[in-house]
């Protein structure tokens, strides 16, 4: 499916932002804290869009 290019520090990150966000979704209401979907899906996927443009890679395991 996608290339796995988040890992370590990038991928706990993006979960802990994610999830941040989504939670002041629920506690303020605003619509602007959905973008929390995309660095919570880009860390549990190991995947991101924007790092496969730029060459980017963070995962270990691929940097054979």
Do not use: E
Request: glycine content about 12%.
């Amino acid at each position: 499916m996608f290339q796995k290019n988040v890992g370590g520090l990038d991928r706990i990150l993006r979960i802990v932002v994610g999830v941040a966000l989504i939670v002041g979704f629920f506690v303020y209401g605003n619509p602007l804290f959905l973008i929390g979907i995309v660095p919570l899906a880009t860390g549990l996927l190991n995947s991101c869009l924007v790092y496969s443009l730029f060459g980017i890679n963070t995962c270990p395991m691929n940097k054979r």
